[in-house]
């Protein structure tokens, strides 16, 4: 085994996980980026004071961690599509390499259900792909700040995923 | 119309259109967010198009987080409006269903209502749309607990 190029691919893989965030202005508007260990993504929510809705208390404004479940969400699953299209490697994988990438499954609904209150601090999240359909994929997600037992946030949804490119 | 207790500054500038800066509030004031009382329990909130509030860089359409944002605010504000109690709810779940994409350069806007009150319990439904109310960009519906005391 060639260990610097094992590096090497995963260097590359985290750069297409970064310039995959990072290509949505909204992304880098809140402040969300993602970790990755092996196949598994976490999701960031960075603090700034732009992100809080109620000052009195304070806490996250409920749209932002609703945005940054939903974010979560698509993420992980363009992230599967980009990560397979990757490892079967030739003329698609290149344009990954380049910056572009398929098409974003599009949310068809989104439900929220609220915690605890988020407070002004940075927020974790996680997302479980429970059907990967060819259509529709169904997906749930969670998020946390100071203990992952104690989540401040669960959204779970239906996505539209893209045509298949010919 | 009388205008319903909302929780708004004092020296809140009303534009011409009546619309109320969410002044206070560092989110909405961030996404520049404005709202006006529709009557008791109803509330119309705005957005303006910003390229910073992009979700999709090829067609330049709002990220449906700023859909989430705006009826997440629209439906609080009616169900505070209706219940009389600022600061006294929680939002407990938000459903969003997503009819279309929103349409570049457009401002979002939100029309909301609590349509339901019980003793803990509020109510709150509302839709997004840019141009056309008939033509909606999503539809929400939430639940939110009433935690203050008094005032009914």
């Known amino acids: ?166 | 119309m009388t205008q319903p207790p909302f929780p708004i500054a004092a020296g809140a500038v009303v534009d011409e259109a009546g619309m109320i800066p969410l002044h206070g509030f560092p989110h909405a004031e961030e996404i520049g967010m404005k709202m006006r009382a529709e009557g008791m329990g109803k509330v119309l909130v705005t957005i303006p198009y910003d390229e910073k509030l992009v979700g999709d860089v090829e067609t330049g359409v709002i990220h449906g987080g700023v859909v989430t944002t705006i009826l997440d605010t629209g439906c609080g504000i009616a169900a505070i409006s209706r219940t009389g109690m600022p600061g006294g709810i929680a939002t407990l779940d938000l459903r969003i269903d997503y009819m279309r994409p929103s349409k570049p350069d457009l401002m979002l806007q939100a029309s909301c209502e609590c349509y339901r009150v019980t003793r803990s319990v509020a109510f709150a439904r509302g839709f997004a749309y840019d141009d056309d109310p008939d033509d909606p960009v999503a539809t929400a519906a939430g639940a939110f607990m009433i935690t203050g005391r008094g005032g009914r």
């Not at chain 1, 299209?85 to 609904?109: C, H, L, N, Q």
């Open chain 1, 1 to 166: 085994m060639n260990g610097t190029s094992n590096q090497e691919e995963k260097d590359r893989r985290d750069a297409a996980l970064s310039a995959l965030t990072n290509r949505t202005p909204y992304n880098r508007f809140i402040g969300v980026e993602f970790e990755r260990m092996g196949d598994e993504l976490t999701a960031r929510l960075n603090y700034s004071r732009k992100l809080i809705g109620n000052p009195a208390i304070p806490a996250l404004h409920g749209g932002v961690t609703g945005a940054f479940l939903e974010i979560t969400a698509i993420t992980q699953l363009a992230w599967d599509e980009v990560w397979a299209v990757m490892e079967e490697g030739g003329p698609k994988a290149a344009e990954i390499d380049e910056g572009r990438f398929p098409k974003m499954p599009k949310t068809i609904d989104w439900t929220i259900d609220y915690l605890r209150s988020g407070r002004a601090r940075d927020a974790y999240a996680r997302a479980t792909v429970q059907k990967a359909g060819r259509r529709v994929a169904n997906v749930r997600v969670e998020a946390w700040q100071d203990a992952r037992d104690r989540p401040i946030a669960a959204g779970h949804g239906h996505f539209l995923m893209p045509e298949p490119e010919a």
